[in-house]
């Protein structure tokens, strides 16, 4: 299916067309999400026979888990082509008025970082999506009046890492809420597998194994140290990561058999050394770091918890 980018950011250069040629095309080449994908062939299944649009999703979770490789994977499933923007790529009323008024009959709008749409923004997709139809004014002043537009039966698959910033309204209108948890080692191994198949590279087992180990149970990261680790072997004259290969490309991109990298370890040496293991504030925390607040909490954070590295206190950060 066609991905259609509907914001004013040209996204058609060649990275992007890398990056589309290995992501999964139907639910076929999606590794793990058993559960994910059970319930969404459901709704498309049923969507189909009605010959209606699919209900809207709401993808939540950590980012680098497959949050728009999965909306893509629902467009091909559902036949129908798939329009792209992000919420802080929408800035006016009118930018979302022309969006949904082009979608065609049960097309799917994916919205990324959906929480980052303004107020009236978000005002404005609630009868778009309960009732498909939006109201826009025409004119100023006395002569102005409200002009009611129906749309197409249509879809929209909204993704965000931060799913505590949506409002309750917003929120409610999403027919399937799916959160996407980190990824378990075996999963992925065998997405790395899958990966390096379509990066024309061959890889061990063991090799497979050890990036999978490293990769913060996280495909995106795990894709990134693999295209590394393949750039490594194509300039040593290789056609096959093999254990030890990998294991030189990992020391050299810095990322230890805990998955940490440089920041990460910077972290745990700052709070253990500069603050006695803590507990420290976050704002504190960032200002020794001299890194971004909102780096910290939603990149590095979530997997220092998840992995036991950190913890939450009410007085702050504990190693």
Known sequence: MNNRVVDAEDNGDDLETFVQSIRPKSFADVVGREVEKKNLRVIIDAAKKRGD?????????PPGLGKTSLANVISNEVGTELYSTSGAAIDKKGDLASILTNIEENGILFIDEIHRLHKSIEEMLYSAMEDRQIDIIIGKGPSARTLKLELNPFTIIGATTKVALLSSPLRDR???????????????????????????????????????????????????????????????????????????????INVDRNGLDYLDKKILNTIINNFDGGPVGINTLAAALTEDINTIQDVYEPFLLKEGFIMRTPRGRVV
């Open 53 to 61: 649009a699919v209900d809207h999703i709401l993808l939540h979770g």
């Open 174 to 252: 999403f027919g399937m809420d799916l959160r996407l948890d980190y990824y378990s080692y075996p999963e992925m191994q065998s997405l790395i597998e899958q990966k390096a198949k379509l990066l024309s590279v061959g890889i061990e087992s063991d090799a497979a194994r050890e990036i999978a180990r490293r990769s913060r149970r996280t495909p995106r990261i795990a894709v990134r140290i693999l295209k590394r680790i393949r750039d490594l072997a194509q300039v040593q004259n290789q056609d096959f990561i093999t254990h030890q290969l990998a294991l030189e490309g990992l020391d050299m």
